[in-house]
Every structure is written in C-alpha cells, then in structure tokens.
T-cell receptor, first 112, second 112 residues
Framework: GESVGLHLPTLSVQEGDNSIINCAYS??????FIWYKQESGKGPQFIID?????DKRQGQRVTVLLNKTVKHLSLQIAATQPGDSAVYFC???????????FGTGTSLTVIP | DAGITQSPRHKVTETGTPVTLRCHQT?????MYWYRQDPGHGLRLIHY???????DKGEVSDGYSVSRSKTEDFLLTLESATSSQTSVYFC???????????FGDGTRLSIL
C-alpha cells in the first residue's frame, strides 16, 4: 500500500528558533495533504492543510510547503514555543471516502 | 475541539471477551472513522462510515466490526478480543471528501 514517511523521528529546537519538519509521500496522484499535531494523551489536532494546486500555504506561525516534483511536504513553525512540543505527522488523502494515510510522526521538543 | 466524545477512555479486559467502543459526535458530519495507533506505525484505518448504515473496511479490519445506526454514533466492536488488539483507538469525523478529519481523544485499550 501507499504510505507517508518522515525524514526525522525526533527534533529538538531552542525556544524562539524556527522548526522544520519534513514528510515524503509516495502517491503522485494525491491532491490533498494535512499536518496534525498530537500532544501526549490526546487525539491529533488539525494544524494546516494544502491542496496540490498550491505549493505554499501560511497560517498563524505555520507554513506548509508542497513540492510535487519530489513528492515532499514540509511544515515550518516560526518562533517555536514550549507549547509546540508534540508529535507532528502528515497525512495524504489517497482514496474515495476521504481516506488518508498517516506518517509515523516526528517528535518535536522545544528547549526553553 | 470538535464535538467528539469517545467512551470509555480507558479499558482493561481479558482475551476472548467482547469489547465495544463508542464514538459520539455533535457536529452532524457525514463521515466517521475508526483508527488504531501503535508505536512505529502511523494511524491505521480500521473501518469507516459514509452515512447511516453505510460502512466499509479499512486497512486493518480483521477482528473488528462496526455499526452506525444514527448519524451521531459509530460503534467499534471487537467480538473476541486478542492481545494484538491492545492499542489506542481514535475516532475521527469529517464533513465531506477533501476536508480535514477531526479526532477524538482516544480510547486506550489493554487486552491481557
């Protein structure tokens, strides 16, 4: 089956620095992607999404970049804060019925 | 948070017993999903529903059944629980295809 993977399982950054979390996807036909944040003991929380007709989308302190040529997705978090510490994972919509494949996640730790 | 309630939040049971997990939503969303989350794996789809009484299998459906008799409730049943079904189970909802899924806070199920 098709799957979404992440380049790094863990990432540590200093408070105030920018964070970049990467994701590779395998289905060139996928046209919708989502980033989620998951804190310990909680369910995944939607952060930002992007469709394949865009290569960049910005939210509040977050930016998602999509490179369809190399099938790569990244999440940039500006001025990372301690509250950003969590597991982040990407998801790609792959089938009818709004089905997604999810990556295994990158654990982000923010050092005060 | 999206109006999604999962119950119970924690359960410990023995091999061979039946188990039913409940997902209740107050958003009137059409699509509902059951996932399991295990270390080293991304979220994996068990079953999903695209309307009342309309369900379909996901990637890891063996040993699980579901029912959706009302828009707001989606039940996941393990007919005869096995230790390999020890996991954290998440329910998700979405309004339509091409929209993000929103998750509940999960049920931690341990089968001894």
């Amino acid at each position: 089956g098709e799957s979404v993977g992440l380049h790094l399982p863990t990432l540590s950054v200093q408070e105030g620095d920018n964070s970049i979390i990467n994701c590779a996807y395998s289905n060139s036909a996928s046209d919708y992607f989502i980033w989620y944040k998951q804190e310990s003991g909680k369910g995944p929380q939607f952060i930002i999404d992007i469709r394949s007709n865009m290569d960049k989308r910005q939210g509040q302190r977050v930016t998602v970049l999509l490179n369809k040529t190399v099938k790569h997705l990244s999440l940039q978090i500006a001025a990372t804060q301690p509250g950003d510490s969590a597991v982040y994972f990407c998801a790609e919509e792959v089938a009818h019925g709004n089905q997604f494949y999810f990556g295994t996640g990158t654990s982000l730790t923010v050092i005060p | 948070d999206a109006g999604i309630t999962q119950s119970p939040r924690h359960k410990v049971t023995e091999t061979g017993t039946p188990v039913t997990l409940r997902c209740h939503q107050t958003e009137n969303h059409r699509y509902m999903y059951w996932y399991r989350q295990d270390p080293g794996h991304g979220l994996r789809l068990i079953h999903y529903s695209y309307g009342v009484k309309d369900t379909d299998k996901g990637e890891v459906s063996d040993g699980y059944s579901v029912s959706r008799s009302k828009t707001e409730d989606f039940l996941l049943t393990l007919e005869s629980a096995t230790s390999s079904q020890t996991s954290v189970y998440f329910c998700a909802i979405s309004d339509q295809v091409g929209q993000p899924q929103h998750f509940g806070d999960g049920t931690r199920l341990s089968i001894l």
